[in-house]
């Protein structure tokens, strides 16, 4: 698994991007996926996850109403679409993947493969 990160940048308030993931591996889709994010100084936090087919996701609470996850299994790739950014989102986005089920799926120590992150900054 090798997991690569897309779509950041730098959009005002308000403002929506959407993040591409995608990997090189051909076994994509036995793993459930995950976005991560971590603001300078803070800790790694959970934004959402989704199951290996789609069927369930969740989110935190922050994000929850504005931001969507998906994975196309055909195409190794898990986006995050988010709408209504707000200055808050400003972090370093990381996509991560895990093997196996979890009940776990807010905690990065449950997941085994991560991306390089790609930077969001949202401008006030």
């Known amino acids: 698994v090798q997991l690569v990160e897309s779509g950041g940048g730098l959009v005002q308030a308000g403002g929506s991007l959407r993040l591409s993931c995608v990997d090189s591996?051909?076994?994509?889709?036995?793993?459930?996926l995950a976005w991560f994010r971590q603001a300078s100084g803070n800790e790694r936090e959970f934004v959402s996850s989704?199951?290996?087919?789609?069927?369930?996701?969740h989110y935190a609470d922050s994000v929850k109403g504005r931001f969507t996850i998906s994975r196309d299994n055909a195409n190794s790739t898990v986006y995050l679409q988010m709408n209504s950014l707000k200055f808050e989102d400003t972090a370093v986005y990381y996509c991560?993947?895990?093997?196996?089920?979890?009940?776990?799926?807010?905690?990065?120590?449950?997941?085994?493969?991560w991306g390089q992150g790609t930077q969001v900054t949202v401008s006030s």
């Open positions: 989704i199951s290996w087919n789609g069927g369930i996701t």
């Open positions: 591996g051909r076994t994509f889709s036995l793993y459930r």
């Open positions: 991560a993947a895990g093997r196996g089920s979890s009940g776990r799926h807010f905690d990065p120590s449950s997941y085994d493969y």
